[in-house]
């Protein structure tokens, strides 16, 4: 083994080095010294670099000794060298003051290092803790990133990056373990909200107390161990991490004669009154509040109050017209009895069925209703913010309040003129009177302005690779081998029609000529057409995944050799829905369709149901065994003059039965995470599916495709 | 090839089956009135199980087939080999359960090719008859004969719609994972688990039934837990066992991998 310098030997070398900036009060030898404590290898290193630094600057290479052996005590070599490199970079451009001051700041600099290094951004985690958080809770809720961790009950916040711990996996788990902490305070009803006045009880509790910050980080902790002792029960194994993340995971409340006082909150059926009556009794005794676990976020009243709030009217509305439609619904088109609404006799109730799956039974005038879906959502949400439904929320909306952004559309459309050239005029389904309203929607084909084609060869070049994995994927589609038995001719001999000619062979009869096997591929005989969303809210990243898709799908369908079109559509108002040409069956894959693609640009709303029978028209009139209408979108249907809600879901529904029936397979691939609420109700449930990224929804469109097709 | 006895085909021992409704009595009174059974639902979800129980219940042969886009019609129906220099016919699986008297059961009926699946047309309606075009027989089916098939509605491809005329000739019985306690009480009977096991593993299986169409094609199936369940049972740490015989096999894509493997974790 090579032995180290002596200081000596060192003194020598830095010497020479450094002459230029030393003097009799700043000599080598304490730096010798220092340098004779470290490895050889170190002090090579060390020798080397203040070589090359002198050779910029003496005082630099001064500085640089004088710190190395605290880098060496911080870092590993290839993390010295880095921050020797960034020191120079900033002598280089800064000057020598703020070029020493780095060097000489090497602990800020290990420290801001290691932090980074093993810090995990929120955009990392997020595809997952999306998967994750409805996986567990079967809902899909919003995960954003904040300054903060803490949850509306809508929404979950998570800090924008976790760098609590010295390891990724570490700070991963923390993500999760916050998550899912502001997943249980919604489930468990934290924020739960009083009946009689529209507010958190948990906030009006706190606001009652002289010191509010102590009374809130009471609550906290005494919450925080409810919601602990809940979780045991379903995520045992998550509450084991959230102990190993946080020394005071465990109830550290826990202080002489609390456990009896406590012992509500460890109940299965405990909720947050107690932890409430609980702070009320701890918040006069003189208790040192326990911090606040790593993963606990933080509980912000003012926001929870504000959102909540806005949600309670927002729902109470909702449900009290969606009754009051029911109502008129169940009473029949004929019968005229506006203005009693307000008489009909409401009651609700939830029942727990044996296997402890709660159902929702809502009573009009006595009989039993099924709540439609949407309506059964907002019921469910209701009951989390109240735990029931009030009773003043079973009063359906009076005086057909619920109709007004209809009203002003009652009259019938004007006169239609001659069908001007490409005007197309389609009806549209009102679901409240059960019919159709006539010749309603007026419908134009447009052609899209065509933009610079090479931005399709952009496009294709920033996935080549993927390009050739589609290619072959849909190669091997398209050569999907079948057997063709008994053909004239063909690789193989068919066994079953040569034992059927036996007898004939035997006899000397005339033999059949059908005797071979041929591996050939069967006639796909499928056309399909896309249908784009080119609605106002695709503008930016949406807009762009659109592009790519269609412009990776043309190539797959380009080799897959079926036949197909692509539309995009918009509009706003009945009277002017567009849909615009992109490739019509006819066209071929060619520069002016690629121009057409790279031009599509956001316009405004969404009205489908009329774009979906008027694609349905066109489809039928093209000769195939299956058609199939794929719709990429961004959201619900929605237009400017009430096309929306329900009205617009169910005028959509309709175009796409009308669809079925008439032997065309719609399918949609959405990028709207709420679209769980509504697409199986349009679509039904197999035929949609939600891309949870734009950024994958260029890749996802083709392999979809392919799926759907095989 | 084909087996010659339909005792081949007979259960002896009553096979394990936990309703998850009517399904027993439906099937009994479609076989006694004569009337085909379509079976939907999605994979391991029981439908082969509650087809060897019915048969074991009815005292039948029970004669499955599992369609693959290559069966023919007379990969159902039969076909002539060459025996000792003479050809000879050969029932198949169909033509065979229509002689005895036994159930059918088609697995999957949407693989095979369109052309195959119209000849059990004239069995499915009240002709019960089988036309064995190749020797001129037409076979007709004895009140004992029971056709059932079975389709997994949660296909997406277009190409595998199962048509019209065929569905409205069958009584559907419609199967879905069994409700929790249930699904509870398979794992501990099929893999002999403990009760907070079987129980942990069913919540397991519910959360990854929640990503599907989110992510997933499918969540994790009956039996899927099953397996999961013995492999623990043999002494496989819960963990493992999950991530090889459910997330592995649920998906490849390393997001949906990497959240299916953090729930486990949150439940064990
Ligand atoms: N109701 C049930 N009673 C008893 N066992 C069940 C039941 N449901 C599922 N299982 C278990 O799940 C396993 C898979 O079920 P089975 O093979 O019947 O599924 P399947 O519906 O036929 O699936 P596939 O569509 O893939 O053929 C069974 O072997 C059994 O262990
Ligand atoms: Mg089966």
């Not at chain 1, 910050?213 to 084991?240: D, K, N």
């Not at chain 1, 249908?531 to 380009?558: C, F, H, P, Y």
């Amino acid at each position: 083994m090579r032995r180290q310098l002596r200081a000596v030997q060192i003194e020598e070398k830095l010497d020479e080095l450094l002459g230029a900036v030393l003097s009799p009060s700043r000599t080598a030898s304490g730096l010798a010294r220092k340098l004779s404590g470290l490895e050889k290898e170190q002090q090579e290193f060390a020798l080397h670099w203040a070589g090359v630094i002198s050779r910029s600057n003496s005082e630099m290479a001064y500085q640089f000794v004088d710190h190395v052996c605290d880098g060496f005590r911080l870092m590993d070599m290839d993390d010295v060298t880095k921050w020797i490199i960034e020191a120079m970079d900033v002598y280089d451009r800064q000057g020598l003051y703020p070029g020493s001051a780095s060097l000489r700041e090497v602990e800020t600099y290990a420290a801001k290092l290691s932090q980074k290094r093993h810090s995990v951004p929120f955009e990392d985690v997020v595809g997952i803790l999306n998967k994750y958080v409805k996986g567990v809770s079967g809902r899909d809720l919003d995960i954003q990133s904040d300054a903060q961790a803490w949850t509306d009950t809508e929404t979950i916040y998570l800090p924008t990056s976790f760098k609590w711990f010295d390891s990724e996996q570490l700070n991963f788990q923390l993500y999760k373990a916050t998550g899912t902490f502001l997943l249980a305070q919604t489930r468990y009803g934290t924020f739960r909200v009083d009946p009689n006045t529209g507010v958190p009880f948990v906030c009006a509790a706190i606001a009652q107390y002289r010191d509010p910050t102590r009374a809130l980080r009471i609550f906290e902790s005494v919450e925080h161990m409810r919601l602990l002792s809940l979780m045991q029960a379903e995520l045992p194994g998550l509450v084991r991490q959230m102990g190993e993340l946080s020394a005071s995971a465990d109830s550290s409340l826990e202080i002489d004669g609390l456990s009896e006082l406590l012992e509500p909150i460890r109940r299965p059926d405990s909720d947050v009154m107690d932890s409430i009556r609980i702070l009320n009794e701890l918040y006069h005794r003189n208790i040192n509040v326990p911090e606040s676990a790593c993963y606990q976020g933080i509980v912000d009243l003012e926001k929870i109050r504000h959102v909540t709030r806005k949600r309670v009217d927002r729902e109470k509305e909702k449900f009290r017209s969606d009754l009051a439609m029911l109502a008129e619904s169940l009473a029949g088109p004929d019968e005229n009895n506006e203005g009693e609404q307000g008489k009909v006799n409401v009651t609700f109730a939830v029942d727990e069925d044996d296997a402890g799956e709660s159902e929702m039974m809502l009573m009009l005038d006595g009989q039993p209703v099924v709540l439609p879906e949407d309506m059964a959502q907002t019921a469910n949400s209701i009951i989390q913010d109240f735990g029931e439904i009030p009773q003043e929320y079973l009063v359906p909306a009076g005086d057909g309040q619920y109709r007004k952004d209809l009203q002003a559309d009652e009259e019938p459309p004007e006169e239609k003129k001659n069908k001007t050239e490409g005007m197309f005029y389609y009806d549209e389904w009102d679901f409240r009177r059960r019919h159709y309203r006539k010749n309603w929607c007026e419908l134009r084909e447009l052609d899209i302005h065509p933009s610079n084609e090479q931005v399709v060869e952009a496009i294709l070049n920033k996935y080549s690779h993927l390009v050739r994995d589609i290619r072959k994927s849909f190669e091997a589609l398209r050569g999907d081998n079948k057997m063709l038995r008994r053909q004239t001719n063909g690789d193989d001999i068919d066994i079953d029609a040569i034992v059927e000619s036996y007898p004939d062979i035997h006899e000397g009869n005339e033999v059949t000529d059908r005797l071979f096997i041929k591996s050939g591929r069967l006639e796909r005989n499928l056309a399909v057409v896309f249908m784009v969303d080119l609605s106002g809210s695709t503008k930016g990243w949406i807009n762009d995944a659109e592009r790519e898709s269609l412009v990776l799908l043309s190539e797959a369908l380009q080799t897959l050799g079926d036949r197909y079109a692509i539309y995009g559509f918009s509009g706003m108002t009945r009277k002017r829905c567009e849909l615009y040409r992109i490739k019509t069956f006819e066209e071929s894959y060619d520069s002016t369709v690629k121009a057409r693609i790279a031009g599509i640009k956001p316009q405004d709303y969404t009205r489908m149901g009329v774009i979906i029978r008027h694609l349905t028209r066109k489809l039928i009139e093209v000769d195939a065994r299956t058609r199939v209408l794929i719709t990429i979108s961004d959201g619900k249907p929605d237009d400017y003059d009430g096309y929306r809600g329900e009205y617009g879901i169910e005028d959509t529904r309709q175009a796409l039965m009308e669809a079925k029936h008439a032997g065309i397979h719609p399918y949609c691939i959405t990028i709207d995470s709420q679209a769980h609420d509504y697409l199986p109700h349009m679509y039904g449930h197999v035929n949609y599916t939600v891309v949870s990224d734009v950024r994958g929804l260029p890749l996802k469109v083709s392999d979809i495709y392919r799926k759907l097709t095989t | 090839m084909y087996r010659r006895e339909s005792e081949d085909y007979s259960i002896r021992v009553e096979p394990y089956y936990a309703p998850q409704g009517s399904e027993i009595e439906l099937f009994l009174s479609a076989h006694r009135n004569g009337i085909p059974v379509l079976l939907k639902g999605p994979t391991g979800c029981g439908k082969t199980r509650f087809m060897e129980y019915m048969a074991w219940k009815l005292n039948l042969p029970l004669v499955t087939v599992a369609c693959h886009d290559d069966l023919t019609a007379s990969d159902l129906v039969g076909r002539y080999l060459i025996v000792g220099g003479e050809t000879q016919w050969v029932d198949g699986p169909l033509a065979r359960a229509v002689r005895v008297g036994g159930i059918c059961y088609l697995d999957e009926i949407v693989e095979a090719r369109k052309d195959t699946t119209v000849v059990i047309h004239p069995l499915a309606d009240n002709r019960r008859a089988l036309p064995v075009e190749k020797t001129g027989e037409l076979l007709h089916a004895p009140d004992s004969f029971n056709l059932t098939i079975s389709y997994n509605p949660g296909y997406q491809s277009v190409l595998k719609d199962l048509k019209q005329s065929t569905r409205q000739r069958f009584l559907s019985l419609e199967f879905d994972y069994p409700e929790n306690e249930l699904e509870q009480s398979i794992l501990m009977h099929e893999a002999k688990v403990d009760r907070e096991i079987a129980s942990t593993l069913v919540r397991f299986g519910v959360m990854t039934r929640n990503l599907k169409g989110s992510g997933l094609e499918e969540g994790a199936s009956t039996r899927l837990l099953v397996h999961a369940a013995k492999l623990i049972v043999f002494g496989i740490a819960p963990l493992d066992a999950c991530n090889a015989s459910i997330t592995q096999t649920l998906t490849d894509d390393p997001e949906n991998l990497t959240a299916i493997r953090e729930m486990a974790s949150s439940l064990f």
